[in-house]
């Protein structure tokens, strides 16, 4: 007596269906989830493809309707009053702001990752306080921190409440790294007779790398697109998200589009070269 071996959800007596063919309940569900998909990444690129549109619009006073096409946004960004400074402003800061926490966020992630000292477990759980705090507490208490020891505010209060958000983000990104390397290696550096300093820059420093980078592209972008913290302790600084609020109650200028649309475009950029690089490095390796 041979048993009859059918598919879950058959009918009995039904053809039996070809294997490697999608029922139709198969085909049903891979179709909602496409259309799912896609309705979710158009919702997430309308607003980014309304900025790049309106970037080239003719607009007078505000950049709300569509008045005509226009390459003067794009040759003459800095018409918008202040426009420029404040997004050199945030520049400066990001870069300041990323290249201090990815130092100090990198060297706190190797202590916490390979070196046993007191209060070990306790630095770590402050140093998720950054994150898991609202930025609104965090930008009050370091502006009220600031005003009680008599400090101006401007770019050394922005960058030092910047330092302090992105730190514990550079700390998580790094640490990941860290864990995921071999100590064998590291191990076999100093075999081979290598100084603490030789083998931390020809072996560990090259292994972090990725991830040092990607900590710092994190925190870059943390510190540029910020504004709760930043508004607490500007000052008289203004810096492009500010800029963005303040021109929000008048009408934000077509160029505010056009930066917005050329940071976009160079951070895609960054990752085509990255995934490019990356992809090559591993073709090379493979052929060893």
């Not at 918008?80 to 400074?85: E, Q, R, T, V």
Request: proline fraction near 6%.
């Amino acid at each position: 007596m041979t048993a009859m071996m059918t598919e879950p959800g058959a009918v009995p007596g039904a053809a039996p269906v070809p294997p490697g063919r999608p029922t139709p309940r198969r085909r049903f569900k891979g179709l909602g989830l496409g259309v799912y998909a896609f309705l979710a990444l158009a919702f997430l690129l309308i607003p980014i493809v309304y900025t790049f549109v309106f970037s080239f619009n003719d607009a007078i006073k505000n950049n709300i309707a569509w008045r005509g096409f226009t390459l003067r946004n794009w040759t003459n960004v800095c018409d918008a009053a202040g426009i420029c400074d404040a997004f050199m402003a945030s520049i400066i800061i990001g870069i300041v702001s990323t290249v201090i926490a990815t130092v100090l966020g990198t060297m706190i992630a190797i202590a916490l990752m390979r070196y046993r000292f007191r209060l070990r477990s306790q630095t770590s759980l402050l140093l998720f306080l950054p994150m898991a705090s609202p930025e609104v507490v965090l930008g009050a208490g370091l502006a009220a921190q600031f005003l009680s020891l008599g400090v101006n505010k401007g770019f050394g209060t922005i960058i030092i409440a910047h330092v302090m958000f992105c730190i514990s983000f550079v700390v998580v990104t790094v640490k990941a790294r860290v864990a995921s390397l071999d100590p064998a290696l590291e191990e076999a550096g100093r075999d081979l007779y290598g100084s603490p300093n030789a083998v931390f820059w020809r072996i560990t420093f090259p292994l972090l790398l990725p991830g040092i980078l990607s900590a710092a592209l994190l925190s870059f972008s943390l510190s540029f697109d910020d504004f709760i913290i930043t508004n607490f302790n500007a000052g008289a600084v203004t810096t492009f998200p500010m800029y963005i609020y303040i021109a929000a109650s008048r009408g934000i200028p077509a160029q505010a589009n056009v930066i917005a649309s050329a940071v976009f475009i160079l951070t895609i950029l960054v990752v085509l070269i990255s995934q490019l690089t990356a992809a090559a490095r591993a073709k090379r390796l493979a052929r060893q």
